[in-house]
């Protein structure tokens, strides 16, 4: 079955999918994202992932393209063409095409919008999160405004490759003050010594993960205790557990940093506990 995307106003066939070469979001990341999980045919998270949306379109002042209720109407309909089952919805929203020119364009200019949808194996994703993942830590080279969820990926590339080179999946951003702000696509975790669930306040250093969020939803109704406070690369590596969360990894358990142990090497129980019941408070509209 051929893969179709949605590019301003059209479904196109996947290798048909493009955009022109003076758009902004090619020449100057002047766009931002989302990517949503889709699970059993239906997009979890819609409504947070929209809210953070409209969010990042107003921190950049881009304006909004199209109704919400009509952009819902575009995503399904990519996942729908494309009989994405289990998988994820990826949108992105730039300030459109126009001479280069770094100053805003007329703003009649209208925003791009690209949907695409891509099936994933779920058997695959709990195989990592059965072993757990390596991590390493970066210095975070990165922007004040990471709580916006730019398209100007360049820092967390280039992060994710070092810690692909170095055998690991997920690179931890570090800041000046030795703590860890988050991961290149994902929220940092770790659970210390007495239990508690730590993860960085989302006011400064992280986007405001929507997975994030929901796993501090989920932690409520476990009963576990969350700290919102910075952590230190030592702090993680002497914690019991640590993990990483994201719409596409959910809560996925971290068994080294930088070739250390965490815990006894093995994903922990909180981190698997948190995983499993995720989907069972994340938001599924049918
Ligand atoms: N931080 C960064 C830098 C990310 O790219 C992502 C994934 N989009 C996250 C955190 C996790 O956000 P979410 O839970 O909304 O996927």
Same mark, same amino acid.
């Given at each position: ?8 106003? *059209? ?9 022109? /070469? ?23 998270d819609e409504r947070r992932h929209m809210e ?11 304006? *909004? ?9 575009? =995503? !399904?309909?990519? /996942? ?18 126009? !001479? ?42 990165? +922007?004040?405004?990471? #709580?916006?969820?730019? /398209? ?5 590339? *280039? ?17 000046? #003050? ?8 994902? %929220?940092? +975790? ?7 669930? /730590? ?49 596409? %990894? ?7 940093? #930088? ?14 506990? =948190? ?8 938001e599924?509209a049918?």
């Open positions: 079955m051929s893969r179709i995307a949605y590019v301003n106003g *059209l479904y196109v066939p996947h290798a048909e999918a493009v955009v022109h /070469v003076e758009d902004r979001g090619y020449q100057f990341a002047d766009g931002v994202y989302e990517v949503c999980e889709v699970r059993g045919g239906h997009m979890v953070r949306l409209v969010r990042s379109l107003n921190e950049i002042r881009i304006r *909004l393209p199209m109704p919400l209720a009509a952009l819902g109407v575009v =995503l !399904r309909e990519t /996942v729908r063409r494309n009989r994405v089952r289990n998988g994820f919805v990826y949108l992105q929203v730039t300030r459109g095409v126009a !001479r280069r020119d770094h100053y805003f364009p007329d703003p009649e200019t209208p925003p791009s919008i690209v949907v695409t949808a891509r099936a994933a194996d779920p058997a695959k994703g709990e195989a990592v999160a059965a072993q757990g993942i390596a991590i390493i830590t970066v210095p975070d080279n990165r +922007w004040e405004r990471v #709580d916006i969820k730019t /398209v100007g990926l360049l820092p967390n590339v *280039l992060a994710k490759e070092a810690a692909r080179q170095a055998g690991a999946r997920e690179a931890w951003f570090v800041d000046r #003050d030795g703590n860890v702000t988050e991961g290149g696509s994902t %929220n940092a +975790w770790i659970v210390t010594g007495d239990g508690k669930l /730590v993860t960085r306040p989302a006011e400064s250093g992280i986007l405001r993960g929507i997975t994030r969020t929901v796993i501090m939803e989920v932690a409520e109704k476990l009963q576990l205790r969350v700290e919102e406070r910075a952590f230190t690369v030592k702090e993680a590596l002497g914690a019991r557990e640590a993990f990483v969360t994201s719409a596409t %990894n959910f809560a996925t358990p971290v068994v080294r940093i #930088d070739g250390q142990s965490i815990g006894d090497g093995k994903p922990g129980p909180v981190a698997r506990a =948190l995983r499993e019941n995720f989907h069972k408070v994340a599924i049918r």
